[in-house]
């Protein structure tokens, strides 16, 4: 499996894309594959404060649910909308369309707890 490394993780599995000032958040292929079939997804409202290393939705599958998780601080710009009717999108294609929020940071997108793609390859490794 390939991990992209344009991007940082949480050990917690979600992806980190910054661009600038604005990070896209998901959650990564061993989340999908643990999680197998995504069922549904609840995300914050545009407008909502985040927090590094604070929950900010969960996503439920047919074996689970988990809590997903912001690597920085910052404020929520856009949220994907088409996750509510089609869930299953985070299974088909977690690192592109399957991505869940947009974030303002107004932290470091380096540093603290998140991990580079090699890093958080070797945290996770079976």
Known sequence: MSIPT????????????????????GITQIAVDQLTDITFVSLPKVGTKVTAGGRFGEVESVKATSDLYSGVDG?????????NTDPGTINRDPYNDGWMIKIK??????????????????????
Request: aromatic content about 6%; hydrophobic content about 35%.
């Open 6 to 25: 344009d991007r940082t993780y949480l050990e917690t599995h979600e992806w980190h894309k910054a661009d600038g000032d604005t990070v896209v958040i």
């Open 105 to 126: 940071s107004s932290s470091p997108v380096t540093g603290g707890k998140l991990l580079s793609a090699k890093d958080y390859e070797a945290k996770v490794a079976h």
């Open 75 to 83: 404020e929520v710009i856009e949220v994907n909308d088409s996750l």
